[in-house]
């Protein structure tokens, strides 16, 4: 039963224009969820998080949504560039349930110049 | 400079050779995890430890033994490897578990291979 779930591996977008990434989750007990970016030949990175008791948070280029009542949190990326090109992780836990994190299978992003 | 440090990168062996892949954090974290990475089956998660002499099963934990007898070291070990444990894995460290909703700290993985 996988919890999370990205449901398009793959996104090509246009330098300059907009990227959104998906997420979607069936665990209702999630309340903290953060995005890492993947480059090739390293590990994951943090790119930005989101606590249950909002609905956005925005940092730069980067804005996390997440609409509790859908189970589903989408990543934008304005404008996007290709050294955005990478896969991209969505990630869940749940505060009271010490150390466990369950991730996406990830979206590879490619912004083409 | 801050990192995660995980020994060997690549390795190639053979079934039922024991075999420990290390992970070391240089930033004092007391919370440390192992996943691996596989194919349409994203990150999974197989122990963590909270802290020293504190450890956890994750989502796929069967086939692996972890120890954490230093806050820095978080070794995964592979008794008895078998081939369905070929994957990438990375070993991530973050600040006080995860009640502090800190971002973990990944390490550049580990490709295993094993015939």
């Known amino acids: 039963d996988q919890q999370v779930k990205q449901n398009s591996p793959s996104l090509s977008v246009q330098e300059g224009r907009i990227s959104i990434l998906n997420c979607d989750y069936t665990n209702s007990m999630f309340d903290y969820f953060l995005w890492y970016k993947k480059y090739p030949a390293e590990g994951p990175t943090f790119l930005i998080s989101i606590s249950s008791i909002k609905d956005k948070n925005e940092d730069g280029r980067f804005t996390v949504f997440l609409n509790k009542s859908a189970k589903h949190l989408s990543l934008h990326i304005v404008p996007s560039q290709p050294g955005d090109s990478a896969v991209y992780f969505c990630?869940?836990?749940?505060?009271?349930?010490?150390?466990?994190?369950?991730f996406g299978d990830g979206t590879t992003l490619t912004v083409k110049p | 400079e801050a990192q995660v440090t995980q020994n060997p990168r690549y390795l190639i062996t053979v079934t039922g050779k024991k075999l420990t892949v290390t992970c070391s954090q240089n930033?004092?974290?007391?919370?440390m995890s192992w996943y691996r990475q596989d194919p349409g089956l994203g990150l999974r998660q197989i122990y963590y430890?909270?802290?020293?002499?504190?450890?956890d099963k994750g989502d796929v934990p069967e086939g692996y033994k972890v120890s954490r007898k230093e806050k820095r070291n978080f070794p995964l070990i592979l008794e008895s490897p078998s081939p369905n444990q070929t994957s990438l894995y990375f070993c991530?460290?973050?600040?006080?578990?995860?009640?502090?909703?800190?971002?973990?700290?990944f390490g550049d993985g580990t490709r295993l291979s094993i015939l």
């Open positions: 991530a460290s973050s600040p006080i578990g995860a009640y502090s909703n800190q971002p973990q700290h």
């Open positions: 930033m004092n974290h007391e919370y």
């Open positions: 990630a869940a836990r749940i505060n009271t349930n010490a150390g466990k994190s369950t």
């Open positions: 430890s909270m802290n020293v002499e504190v450890t």
